[in-house]
């Protein structure tokens, strides 16, 4: 039995975690509830693009898995295309020589691999491939409904005490136990871990796993841009957009137009300098929770709601269209050249985690070099590049732009995740990133709150935290 939906729904981000959550809660809610979502930088979040010379690139998030079903539905249901991301040869970087590169043909690519590091590539694909499909039953779980009150719950329904495990293990741990020489994990895990989180091997074992499968076969971007999803979801959730700036939330008692006291939650947001209100049933928090990076504080809640202060790292992604200076890397002139993506092993002296040819959000082949002074380059660094280390890179250089991010946590094994409910009708979306950060996890983040919400809401129990899923659903076609 359904009770009636609620009048009004507060989302907070507009990024891919709040504008799916829009979507979904609109699936569940049915076309009468309002709802609210508020942004106070540009819809799309840490899904942004940066022009170069009237081209767009993406800036942050930018690749997606073949695996990744809710990216890939969202696509297709919104209309949108996809652009393979084509990665062309891969080198890795010590800070004195390319320790590992990549050849054009398979068969060589292969021998080169087995001769450098035995068949430690392979068993790493295979401990990743395992991990992945466990992580696939999720959309079993959301396909019929299901929905869990902790990410440590959710973990657990999906990878049993494994999954659990690896939060609470390092990446370094996990897969030294697993038998992986030094070498292979300082001249390709570390890099891949580098490249990607900005971070050594100290990381999670799951986030270390998210992080190992973008080295599969097939990843793919949307055409014009990731961010188009968003705006896309906001226009098909049919919600309403407020741009401005979310600053207290506190629970009060209304008395509604039934005439009933209800216990709603008071939303204060400034838009400009206005300071504004409005009271909602139900809130569905979709950014990251600390001071500096969305600055929300939480009044007169009994029990009080805790403080956040998970630590998100700083990487700055720099687009430059140039000339590199293959010779920092190798003996070779540029003509002789013949990387496109160049990574790095942990190393303190070097100011670089990763540099890679990249095309814009239109060019579905290899990219081109704009104009005959070379490609656009993308660069991760932990600091903003000075000028005298632009120089060393490239020989010559007409254009560079730069954004810096506070990307991803920090991750520090054991991980405590946050809590998913704050409050009786509060929900928070992004404690999912404590295991890994990635557009899918808040796009699973965001489905799982939405059913939490719709069940709470409706008083289904027996839909939330059910245990054996995977077992009771096996039989189930
Ligand atoms: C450089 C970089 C590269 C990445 N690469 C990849 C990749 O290749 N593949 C991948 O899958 N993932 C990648 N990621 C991770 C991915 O981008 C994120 O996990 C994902 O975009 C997070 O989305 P979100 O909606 O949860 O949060 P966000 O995108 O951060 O959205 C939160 C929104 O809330 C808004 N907000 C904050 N506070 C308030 C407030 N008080 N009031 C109103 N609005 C507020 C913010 O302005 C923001 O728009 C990358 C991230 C970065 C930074
Ligand atoms: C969630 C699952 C199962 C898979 C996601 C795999 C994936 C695409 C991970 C990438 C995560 C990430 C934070 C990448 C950042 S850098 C991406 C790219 N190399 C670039 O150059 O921009």
Redesign the pocket.
Known sequence: ELRAPPDKIAI?????????AAYYLRQKFGKDVKIDL??????????ATMTVRGQEY????????PL?LH?KRFVKDLGLFTIQSSGGLMGVYNGETLVFEESSWFIINMIKLIWHYGFQSLRMHMWVEDILDKFMRIYRYQSHDYAFSSVEKLLHSLGGDEFLGMLNRTLLETLQKAGFSEKFLSEIVAPVMRV?Y?QSMNVNGFVGAVSLS?ADSG?W?VEGG?KLV?SGLLQASKSNLVS????YIEEKTRTKHTGNPTKMYEVI?QIGSETRSDFYDIVLV???LNRK????TFLNFDPPIEEFHQYYQH?V?TLIKGQLNSTLFSSRALDKFDLSTILTTDNSDLFINSIGIVSSVTESDNPQPLTDRGYVWKI?SQEILTKEQILKLFLSYDYAVK?P????PHYKPPEKCPSIILHDRLYY??G??CAA??????AI??HNAALLAYHRWNGHTDMIDQEDLYEKLKTEL
Do not use: D, K
């Open positions: 907070i981000g507009a990024g891919i975690g709040g504008t799916s508020f942004e106070r930088g540009e819809v799309g979040g840490r899904l993406e800036a942050g998030g930018s690749v997606i898995h990744n990216m990607n900005g973008s990843l971007a990731n968003c401005g700036s979310v600053m947001y979709a950014t990251p990076m969305s600055n929300i990487i992604t991760f954004q991010w506070l990307a991803y979306l992004n999912i990133e950060s990635a557009m899918e996890m808040s983040a965001a």
